[in-house]
């Protein structure tokens, strides 16, 4: 049995589903897993000016039936399932060859979906003969260890980074080109699956805490170690090919740590506990202020205990922003707005301002 530190930022050699069994019981944060698809695909696939293309013809991704590819995958999930924290989540990535049985094996498992994310590629690859729609999306799934799970989610950071929207459940991200695609000396791809860092990003930062452990059972040429080690988490990997295991240490060799407030989560901290009463003497609010909604919509002015006053009577801000909206309850530090400063801000703002003044 491996002891975790040991094994930490480092990636091992050899069968997934061997290291994984030595890898201690509820010991990961997060799991990314990029399995192989079984692609099943025949023959040579050309372009329309009859030049081949480069798909995915690996030895690693053939199997000799169904059952053989499902027994490999209910082995692998078993151990992610057994060496995964109550506190953590997995995400599986596949397409439509394989990602139906990943599912329902998941499910005959216990995990628990949470999940199922569209990757829209926004430069797929064309269906070269025309005889299928083009294929421009990958499912991942994200699901915890069972229907008990606890799972983290940066709601507030991924809103944040949507334009301070609700994140949706369909990414669109480009393939993996360019300068970030890994090539050899000869300029031939090294790796015919890998993925973009965008991708990665979304999911290491929308499911995990600064310095948690990621493992990555499928590592290939190391995307998921890359990000992790730039955002501050920590990475495990598991590859048995020494192709892919030499570019990826020299990929991660280069990566260097850019931690920022939207890495460290700072968003997800609870504001602190400052009273409207608070606010009002240590002159952050005025009595008689007005404030407003979002949209800059008058709504209601302050009272000298906190409380805040219209048409419809005098309420705290939770239950005036409720009978505003309609609702039994709403949080009204987050629906109100005002002017602080000369700048119109939501009136949460004013308690750090608070705290930063204390």
Same mark, same amino acid.
């Given at each position: 049995?491996?002891?975790?530190? !040991?094994?930490?930022?480092?990636?091992?050699?050899? =069968?997934?589903?061997?290291?994984?069994?030595?890898?201690?019981?509820?010991? /990961? =944060?997060?799991?990314?897993?990029?399995?192989?698809?079984?692609?099943?695909? #025949?023959? #040579?696939?050309?372009?329309?000016?009859?030049?081949?293309?480069?798909?995915?013809?690996?030895?690693? =991704?053939?199997?000799?039936?169904?059952?053989?590819?499902?027994?490999?995958? /209910?082995?692998?999930?078993?151990?992610?399932?057994?060496?995964?924290?109550? %506190?953590?989540? /997995?995400?599986?990535?596949?397409?439509?060859?394989?990602? &139906?049985?990943?599912?329902?094996?998941?499910?005959?498992?216990?995990?628990?979906?949470?999940? =199922?994310?569209?990757?829209?590629?926004?430069?797929?690859?064309?269906? &070269?003969?025309?005889?299928?729609?083009?294929?421009?999306?990958?499912?991942?799934?994200?699901?915890?260890?069972?229907?008990?799970?606890?799972?983290?989610?940066?709601?507030?950071?991924?809103?944040?980074?949507? +334009?301070?929207?609700?994140?949706?459940?369909?990414?669109?991200?480009?393939?993996?080109?360019?300068?970030?695609?890994?090539?050899?000396?000869?300029?031939?791809?090294?790796?015919?699956?890998?993925?973009?860092?965008?991708?990665?990003?979304?999911?290491?930062?929308?499911?995990?805490?600064?310095?948690?452990?990621?493992?990555?059972?499928?590592?290939?040429?190391? %995307?998921?170690?890359?990000?992790?080690?730039?955002?501050?988490?920590?990475?495990?990997?598991?590859?048995?090919?020494?192709?892919?295991?030499?570019?990826?240490?020299?990929?991660?060799?280069?990566? +260097?740590?850019?931690?920022?407030?939207?890495?460290?989560?700072?968003? #997800?901290?609870?504001?602190?506990?400052?009273?409207?009463?608070?606010?009002?003497?240590?002159?952050?609010?005025?009595?008689?202020?007005?404030?407003?909604?979002?949209?800059?919509?008058?709504?209601?002015?302050?009272?000298?205990?906190?409380?805040? &006053?219209?048409?419809?009577?005098?309420?705290?801000?939770?239950?005036?922003?409720?009978?505003?909206?309609?609702? +039994?309850?709403?949080?009204?530090?987050?629906?109100?707005?005002?002017?602080? !400063? +000369?700048?119109?801000?939501?009136?949460?703002?004013?308690?750090?301002?608070?705290?930063?003044?204390?």
């Amino acid at each position: 049995m491996y002891i975790v530190n !040991d094994i930490k930022n480092k990636i091992i050699k050899g =069968d997934s589903l061997e290291i994984l069994k030595n890898i201690p019981s509820e010991s /990961i =944060d997060l799991i990314f897993a990029d399995p192989p698809y079984y692609m099943q695909t #025949e023959g #040579e696939l050309l372009r329309t000016n009859g030049t081949k293309f480069n798909g995915v013809e690996d030895t690693w =991704d053939k199997f000799s039936g169904f059952e053989e590819y499902d027994n490999f995958c /209910i082995g692998w999930l078993k151990e992610c399932q057994r060496i995964l924290k109550i %506190t953590g989540s /997995i995400w599986v990535i596949g397409s439509f060859q394989n990602i &139906f049985r990943i599912g329902k094996i998941m499910q005959d498992l216990g995990f628990w979906i949470l999940n =199922d994310i569209i990757w829209h590629k926004t430069n797929p690859v064309p269906n &070269f003969g025309g005889t299928r729609f083009c294929n421009a999306h990958e499912t991942l799934l994200w699901c915890g260890k069972n229907k008990k799970t606890k799972f983290t989610f940066n709601y507030k950071t991924m809103k944040y980074l949507n +334009n301070d929207k609700q994140e949706k459940s369909v990414w669109n991200i480009g393939l993996c080109i360019g300068n970030e695609r890994l090539k050899d000396d000869s300029g031939v791809k090294v790796h015919s699956t890998q993925k973009p860092e965008e991708l990665l990003y979304k999911i290491i930062l929308s499911s995990s805490k600064p310095n948690d452990l990621v493992l990555d059972p499928f590592f290939g040429t190391g %995307t998921t170690g890359a990000v992790a080690k730039r955002i501050g988490r920590n990475y495990i990997g598991i590859e048995r090919e020494e192709k892919y295991i030499y570019y990826a240490e020299k990929r991660l060799k280069e990566i +260097n740590p850019e931690i920022n407030e939207i890495t460290e989560l700072s968003l #997800e901290a609870k504001p602190p506990k400052v009273p409207m009463k608070k606010l009002l003497e240590r002159g952050l609010l005025t009595e008689e202020q007005s404030l407003y909604t979002s949209k800059g919509e008058e709504v209601c002015k302050v009272k000298a205990d906190g409380n805040v &006053f219209n048409k419809y009577g005098t309420l705290s801000i939770h239950k005036m922003s409720a009978k505003l909206l309609g609702l +039994n309850n709403n949080n009204g530090w987050d629906y109100f707005y005002a002017y602080y !400063d +000369n700048e119109f801000i939501p009136i949460n703002k004013l308690r750090y301002i608070y705290k930063d003044l204390s």
